[in-house]
């Protein structure tokens, strides 16, 4: 399935920096995204100990855990936290120990529970580092057209052929429903999310109804709720937030709903090639929701917003970084154009800059603080 793999660098140190100021670090992501490969690229040449806690063998020599710990010195990684969340509490009395005998990564597929517990449990001990799949400083921008048809999962990307791929991710899909949610303690059935994760998908980039979903999956607003915030948690819709300002317009106070993988996205709406996506009529939100997460990546804001109001200016992110006000718009057009939602947006919002990012290769200013960057271009913004 997967015709070479693509080192993750920056990953990896970040993990190595957490571990030599926190007894206990976590890495979260959703299922699939590689967190088991890093973690062996973290352990290599170090002599640690790992434990698959899907693996019975593993599994069983936890069976007393706080002896079976304890006696482990240097790295220990713990794979597949989430199926142990009792360990926890293990975990605290042995970070604690003073000369400090071992330090702990712990993986898991990341849900709200998960983070809580260790969260709680482990607070003042635990580091978190939060992982997706692939992204352009990885992958490398002349690979952006295969990262937006395929998505950022390894296997996916990676995949002999789009076919392949696509096989893939609807086996992901399955799985993540079928096994992954319940294992989490989610007992909604299979079908019902299923059914919920495509309307999401063809309401990708758009603002959420709570009210719209209900009717149409026959249940009440507190339902479909409660099933955005189980994909949520599991890491594949995002509600991207909206920001409010004391100015005096009315201001739009309902989320965004993404599907934060672009390939889970076509999957979802039955996408299988370049040309169907360029027929597609979410072709343009489909590209909103990959420059979205691709700006999240490689700027790694601690929050995110979109802002809106109801006389019609909005502004698809904007965060604080490093003290500055950054705005992003997402075209999926050949020339963008200033307009009069960016004007509002300096304004209203005091930006230090706005950058309208798409699919082009011309990098042009529109306005002293508004500049127009090809999306391949968008990993030297970081820099």
């Not at 819709?237 to 409010?244: D, G, S, V």
């Not at 300002?245 to 934060?260: D, G, S």
């Not at 604080?320 to 999926?332: A, I, N, Q, T």
Request: some cysteine.
């Amino acid at each position: 399935m997967i015709a070479g793999m693509i080192a993750r660098r920056a990953l990896v140190g970040e993990v190595v920096t957490r571990l030599k100021s926190s007894p206990v670090v976590a890495l979260l992501g959703p299922r699939q995204c590689g967190k088991t490969t890093l973690a062996r690229e973290v352990i290599a040449g170090r002599g640690a100990h790992y434990l698959d806690l899907e693996d019975h063998a593993d599994a069983a020599m936890l069976g007393n855990p706080r002896e079976a710990l304890e006696s482990m010195r240097g790295l220990v990684v713990l794979d597949e936290i989430q199926r142990r969340p009792e360990l926890f509490e293990v975990l605290r009395v042995l970070a604690d120990r003073r000369p400090l005998r071992a330090r702990f990564l712990i993986l898991g597929s990341a849900s709200t529970g998960l983070v809580r517990g260790a969260s709680e449990t482990l607070a003042g001990r635990v580091g978190f580092v939060d992982m997706n799949g692939f992204d352009l400083t990885e992958v490398g921008v002349e690979k952006l057209n295969r990262l937006w048809l395929r998505g950022t999962f390894p296997r996916a990307f990676l995949a002999r052929s789009n076919a392949e791929s696509c096989t893939w991710r609807e086996d992901f899909i399955r799985t993540f429903l079928e096994r992954d949610m319940p294992q989490l303690g989610v007992t909604v059935p299979s079908a019902t999310l299923r059914r919920f994760w495509t309307m999401a998908a063809h309401y990708h980039g758009q603002l959420w109804n709570a009210a719209e979903f209900a009717r149409s999956l026959g249940s009440s607003e507190g339902t479909a709720r409660r099933y955005l915030d189980l994909l949520a948690g599991g890491l594949v819709i995002r509600p991207l937030m909206p920001w409010f300002e004391n100015v005096a317009k009315r201001q739009v106070k309902a989320p965004k709903v993404y599907i934060r993988d672009s390939g889970l996205l076509h999957a979802l709406l039955a996408i299988r090639s370049r040309r169907d996506l360029q027929r597609h009529p979410k072709l343009g939100a489909s590209w909103e929701g990959l420059a979205l997460e691709q700006v999240l990546a490689v700027f790694r804001p601690r929050d995110a917003y979109f802002w809106a109001t109801h006389g019609g200016a909005e502004l698809d992110l904007f965060f604080l970084s490093g003290g500055r006000r950054l705005g992003f718009e997402f075209k999926y057009s050949d020339a963008p154009k200033m307009t009069r939602s960016m004007h509002s947006a300096l304004s209203d919002l005091s930006l230090d800059t706005l950058r309208v990012l798409y699919p082009g290769k011309r990098r042009y200013r529109l306005h002293p603080k508004v500049e127009v960057v090809p999306l391949a271009q968008l990993p030297e913004l970081g820099t």
